[in-house]
């Protein structure tokens, strides 16, 4: 008497495509598509991608995106920024022999409640004296906490990633010591408030301050 087969179930055929976009602060373009059986299992993947995909800037190729995927509607998948980070080449074509780079990390909670970490760099023109790359320092975590003590994290987001901070504490800290590049090479969602709303307007009485914490590469 022969076996009975098993019927081999193809998956790919019950799976069904599904369109990543980036949120509202980054356009809101389709930066992928992904089959899934299931579109609870989209919620909480990430996808990489980078910022000359959204700006087509090819000044923006070496800066790396990572969206994470929040929720689904449709065939359409909803995304905030889980990650951006300076690729290890373009962070390394910035290193100079005779320049001092001075690095500072801080933790800030935005006026939504989104807890972020912020990985700032600078380099100077010339080496530097350690005072004042403590004061570069003081002036990075200073910029960090105005902009988390305003900013929801959408607008810190935008912020960070497309060089308005950097640019802030360029300003700011050229006045310590001629630096040649300022800029934020990485940043990372920590936690996020349960509801994905943002408030109409910050708390008053709220101050945020930025916490600097051990350098690392």
């Known amino acids: 008497m022969s076996k009975a ?22 356009g809101e373009q389709n930066v992928a598509n992904i089959p899934c059986e299931d579109p609870k299992k ?27 995927v929040v929720s689904v509607a449709g065939d359409r998948a909803e995304t905030i920024l889980k990650s951006h980070e300076y690729s290890t080449d373009y962070l390394r074509s910035l290193v100079r022999r005779g320049s ?6 801080f933790t800030a909670s935005t006026i939504d409640k989104y807890l972020t970490r912020v990985y700032i760099v600078a380099f100077s023109h010339g080496r530097i004296k ?7 320092r003081q002036v990075m975590g200073k910029i960090v906490a105005e902009k ?5 994290y959408s607008q810190m987001c935008h912020e960070m990633v497309l060089g308005k901070m950097g640019s802030d504490v360029y300003n700011e800290a050229k006045k310590v010591c001629p630096l040649r590049h300022v800029g934020v090479r990485k940043s990372k969602l920590l936690s996020m408030p349960l509801s994905l709303e943002e408030p ?18």
């Open 42 to 68: 989209l919620v909480g993947r990430v996808v990489e991608t980078t910022l000359y995909d959204i700006t087509n800037d090819f000044s923006h190729q070496s800066t790396k995106l990572y969206f994470l």
């Open 100 to 105: 001092t780079r001075s690095d500072g990390i």
């Open 130 to 136: 350690g005072s004042q790359e403590h004061a570069v």
């Open 200 to 217: 109409q307007k910050p708390p008053e009485e709220e101050i945020l301050t930025a916490v600097p914490e051990t350098v690392s590469q």
């Open 148 to 152: 988390a003590s305003k900013l929801t």
């Open 5 to 26: 087969t098993k019927k081999v179930r193809d998956k790919w055929r019950v799976k069904e495509w599904y369109s990543v976009f980036t949120p509202s602060y980054f």
